[in-house]
């Protein structure tokens, strides 16, 4: 009996933790089931009897779904090109540099992030329609470029502060020119903290509402899809590109797991 | 996922510059502020000047119209109006938001402990299944939570066939399913950086507590507890944050009797159109935020989040 309580004793808090892990997954679980599952009627969220393959087979059998999907895609990836661009420039200006103004600088950074979204949007909106910026596709790309942008510095920065300076030193000293050791030390080190800023630049792109909702004029992003069918029924192919999207996602950030622990292998079997 | 730990915690670090080189000082004093710049403009630009022109937007004299264009003014009665008229929301959200982020702390720092402390090679398996949510749509995982809560779905049909549970109880549309989703959509907010801290904790100062007979809980009120209380305050403020803002979670899993002030603004500025109103509003719902945050940084006596 006392060894079941020991036994309890040093499990109970990873127990606890899978628990909660399958609080994380339950609506995960569900979305995969929903998209197996024909409903009784157009507003019925239940699950019926009635299991079918008919959303896989036909994901973009509901009007409007595929242009949204589109127009998601291509704006993740616009605002991504250029969140990361200007972000890491001013990831190297703050963890490289000491300067005056540092401090208001890391105060403009980080302010986006402690703002909550329906005040970014709606201040935006306003501003867009004082200056009468037509709403659309563009002002949903700037919108989504100012609030990925404090992400990419942060996560970048986190990745620089990390770096051995002495790598660049030795580079240095090694008669390389600055351009030359930025290129050849530098920027290969960043480099998966830059991809980690991407790829985090595009799930926020692409899952925005919020912010979206309020800029976006006629355009219909995939979210607001998905919101605006809300009132009429969802279609049951929303949980068939929800369940993609988690795939694929899942994928990628396994592959590149695989590919972190396999590189360290190899360090350590080189060592 | 990298990428989410340093959001939550690599904010703080400062981060050491190598000393400037000799050569060329010169340039060396204007490139950070030539790095600074696209960057930097796009914030003052697209963050900064829609917030201090929200501010104005506010003060603006009510009795004009988003057609007939509105007077500048000093109006404050605004703030005094949109208190009045919406207090309620305003409390609701603070104290849902509050609500959520304490069952996130109390269930998130357990999985973050088992992650960080007992999950050995399994660790980064469970790091991606903690992220694993944000990889499908926010609003449609939301949803799931309807059909999950749903009145005939079978988790409210197993409550009600418990004992003291009544044949009426239902989730959906209630305050619970509303926080439900709160903490479920917030919850990696507080986990990653209790990870962050929690993993950087030394194993050798918990055995050490326990050489010196100290129970279990001794060991966590003392050594783990204060050890990981920066992660801990980021935890709080990156999970209290947005979900005093949100109503999505509102709108989908509540009534209007669950409305939070996010719901408020949101229907001001796109169905009432009354932007002055819905300005103050986003002002209130910013200083009530402020001001919970100041109050609860100063308490918790971390002045590294900033």
Redesign the interface.
């Known amino acids: 009996m006392s060894r079941f309580w020991r036994w309890v004793?040093d499990h109970w808090?990873?127990a606890?933790?899978?628990l909660?892990?399958g609080?994380?997954?339950?609506?995960?679980v569900?979305?995969f089931l929903?998209s197996l599952n024909r409903p009784t009627n157009r507003l019925s969220?239940?699950?019926s009897d009635d299991w079918t393959l008919d959303y896989w087979l036909h994901p973009f059998g509901t009007a409007g779904l595929g242009e949204a999907l589109r127009l998601s895609i291509g704006i993740a990836l616009l605002a991504t090109l250029v969140a990361v661009v200007?972000?890491t420039?001013?990831a190297?200006?703050?963890?490289?540099?000491?300067?005056r103004g540092?401090g208001a600088?890391n105060?403009?950074?980080?302010?986006?992030?402690?703002?909550?979204?329906?005040?970014?949007g709606?201040?935006?909106?306003?501003?867009f329609?004082?200056l009468q910026v037509p709403l659309g596709f563009w002002t949903v790309v700037?919108?989504h470029?100012?609030f990925c942008?404090?992400?990419v510095?942060?996560?970048v920065?986190?990745?620089?502060?990390g770096l051995d300076?002495h790598l660049?030193?030795a580079a240095?000293d090694l008669y390389a020119t600055?351009w030359a050791t930025f290129r050849k030390v530098t920027l290969p080190l960043v480099m998966?903290?830059i991809a980690?800023?991407a790829?985090?630049s595009l799930?926020l792109s692409?899952?925005d509402?919020?912010i979206t909702?309020?800029n976006s004029g006629t355009s219909v992003t995939?979210?607001m899809f998905?919101?605006g069918s809300?009132q009429r029924g969802?279609p049951r192919e929303?949980?068939v590109?929800?369940?993609a999207?988690?795939l694929v996602?899942?994928v990628i950030?396994?592959l590149v797991?695989l590919r972190s622990?396999r590189q360290a292998k190899a360090l350590r079997a080189a060592a | 996922?990298?990428?989410?730990i340093?959001?939550a915690?690599?904010?703080a670090?400062p981060?050491?510059?190598?000393e400037a080189?000799p050569v060329?000082r010169n340039r060396?004093?204007w490139?950070?502020?030539l790095?600074?710049l696209?960057?930097?403009l796009?914030?003052?630009l697209?963050?900064?000047?829609?917030?201090v022109?929200?501010a104005g937007?506010s003060l603006y004299d009510r009795s004009g119209s988003?057609e007939t264009g509105y007077q500048q003014g000093f109006a404050f009665s605004n703030y005094l109006d949109a208190i009045q008229a919406y207090w309620p929301h305003l409390l609701r959200s603070a104290v849902y938001a509050g609500i959520a982020t304490v069952i996130c702390l109390v269930?998130?720092y357990?999985?973050a402990?088992?992650?960080a402390?007992?999950?050995g090679r399994w660790r980064?398996l469970?790091l991606?299944?903690?992220?694993?949510?944000?990889?499908?749509?926010?609003?449609?995982?939301?949803?799931?939570?309807?059909?999950?809560l749903?009145d005939?779905?079978a988790l409210v049909e197993f409550l009600r066939g418990l004992p003291l549970i009544g044949d009426d109880f239902r989730l959906l549309a209630t305050p619970a399913a509303v926080i439900c989703g709160l903490v479920?959509n917030f919850?990696?907010f507080m986990v990653l950086p209790l990870y962050a801290s929690l993993e950087r904790l030394d194993g050798r100062l918990l055995e050490a507590s326990r050489d010196l007979y100290a129970t279990?809980v001794q060991t966590f009120r003392k050594v783990t507890l204060p050890l990981s209380m920066p992660g801990v305050v980021a935890g709080t403020?990156l999970t209290f944050?947005?979900a005093?803002?949100?109503?999505?979670n509102a709108e989908?899993l509540g009534t209007p009797n669950q409305y939070m002030i996010?719901n408020v603004?949101?229907s001001s500025?796109?169905v009432r159109l009354d932007?002055p109103l819905?300005?103050a509003l986003?002002f209130l719902?910013?200083a009530t935020?402020l001001i919970m945050?100041f109050a609860y940084v100063r308490r918790a006596g971390s002045e590294e989040v900033?």
């Open positions: 004793a808090v990873m606890v933790g899978i909660v892990l609080y994380l997954f339950l609506p995960i569900f979305v929903l969220y239940d699950l200007l972000g420039l001013m190297f200006a703050m963890a490289r540099h000491r300067f540092r600088a105060v403009l950074i980080f302010l986006p992030m402690a703002t909550p979204e329906v005040v970014m709606s201040s935006l909106l306003a501003l329609v004082t700037v919108a470029i100012m942008l404090s992400f510095v942060v996560t920065k986190a990745r620089l502060a300076p660049q030193e240095m600055e998966p903290g980690a800023a790829l985090l799930s692409f899952d509402f919020i909702n309020f995939f979210p998905v919101w809300a969802i929303v949980n590109v929800g369940t999207v988690f996602a899942f950030v396994a797991q622990r | 996922m990298t990428a989410l340093g959001t915690s690599g904010g670090a981060g050491t510059p190598p080189a060329a060396r004093r490139s950070p502020y790095l600074l696209p960057g930097g796009w914030l003052l697209f963050f900064v000047l829609p917030s022109q929200l937007t988003l269930i998130g357990p999985l402990y088992a992650i402390q007992k999950a980064n469970m991606v299944c903690v992220i694993a949510p944000f990889f499908t749509t926010f609003l449609v995982r939301t949803l799931a939570w309807k059909s999950i749903s005939n779905g479920y919850l990696p279990p403020l944050i947005p005093a803002g949100d109503y999505i989908l996010g603004i949101d500025f796109l932007y819905a300005a986003s719902l910013m935020i945050v900033v």
